[in-house]
């Protein structure tokens, strides 16, 4: 099951990195802008396997977001591939391997800057990828330390975004591809977000 998810995510990172030609919407990039920022800092509790490939090596795990007293909270825990926990709790983000703990402030950690649930794109040099009737592709460049892109699936009739695909993060060196699992993508489930799963061991 890993090495199937594995080469669909090498196809999806082949497919963009030769992607010159996609359909735009008629929406100014002001109005798409808005769309992510409400979208991404709508996003309170999520549950979702995912699949990230870097450097041609594939690994896998459990995404968790949940926010709670006005802070966002966001667990990685890897199963396949590496073995590290990452915590975001506020402003810190705590790495985990097992042997010993690294602390970073999120302004070091795009990402995590992104599900903050603080997102504001007037303050960033933003670019439109890719904007069809199913799919939107927002580049944020020159993001903090490099470029990142987040990948959005859309409704076919509205064509609002449905959900949060994944994102890439280019550091400035090379590209990391982190995609979450639709079959288990879950928002919303309080159940599936305890909050002990954020807590600081």
Same mark, same amino acid.
């Given at each position: 099951?890993?090495?199937?998810? $594995?080469?669909?995510?090498?196809?999806?990172?082949?497919?963009?990195?030769?992607?010159?030609?996609?359909?735009?919407?008629?929406?100014?990039?002001? *109005?798409?802008?808005?769309?992510?920022?409400?979208?991404?800092?709508?996003?309170?509790?999520?549950?979702?396997?995912? $699949?990230?490939?870097? !450097?041609? %090596? +594939?690994?896998?795990?459990? $995404? =968790?977001? &949940?926010?709670?007293?006005?802070?966002?909270?966001?667990?990685?825990?890897?199963?396949?591939?590496?073995?590290?926990?990452?915590?975001?709790?506020? *402003? %810190?983000?705590?790495?985990?391997? +097992?042997?010993?703990?690294?602390?970073?402030?999120?302004?070091?950690?795009?990402?995590?800057?992104?599900?903050? +649930?603080?997102?504001?794109?007037? %303050?960033?040099?933003?670019?439109?990828? !890719?904007?069809?009737?199913?799919?939107? &592709?927002?580049?944020?460049?020159?993001?903090?330390?490099?470029?990142?892109?987040?990948?959005?699936?859309?409704?076919?009739?509205? &064509?609002?975004?449905?959900?949060?695909?994944? =994102?890439?993060?280019?550091?400035? %060196?090379?590209?990391?591809?982190?995609?979450?699992?639709?079959?288990? =993508?879950?928002?919303?489930?309080? &159940?599936?977000?305890?909050?002990?799963?954020?807590?600081?061991?």
């Amino acid at each position: 099951m890993f090495f199937v998810c $594995f080469r669909r995510l090498l196809f999806l990172l082949s497919a963009f990195l030769i992607s010159v030609v996609y359909a735009q919407s008629s929406k100014e990039p002001s *109005d798409i802008n808005k769309q992510v920022e409400t979208y991404m800092n709508s996003l309170d509790c999520v549950y979702s396997r995912f $699949f990230q490939i870097r !450097e041609n %090596k +594939g690994y896998s795990g459990n $995404f =968790w977001l &949940r926010k709670y007293d006005g802070l966002a909270n966001v667990r990685i825990e890897y199963t396949e591939g590496l073995k590290q926990n990452i915590l975001i709790h506020g *402003d %810190k983000v705590i790495i985990n391997d +097992g042997k010993k703990k690294k602390t970073l402030s999120i302004s070091r950690t795009p990402v995590f800057s992104v599900l903050s +649930g603080k997102l504001d794109l007037s %303050k960033e040099n933003t670019e439109i990828i !890719e904007n069809s009737n199913e799919i939107l &592709r927002l580049k944020i460049k020159a993001y903090k330390s490099g470029e990142l892109t987040l990948l959005f699936s859309k409704y076919k009739t509205t &064509r609002n975004i449905q959900a949060l695909e994944g =994102w890439i993060f280019f550091d400035g %060196k090379s590209e990391t591809l982190f995609t979450f699992d639709p079959d288990t =993508w879950s928002v919303k489930d309080k &159940r599936k977000t305890p909050l002990k799963i954020f807590n600081i061991d």
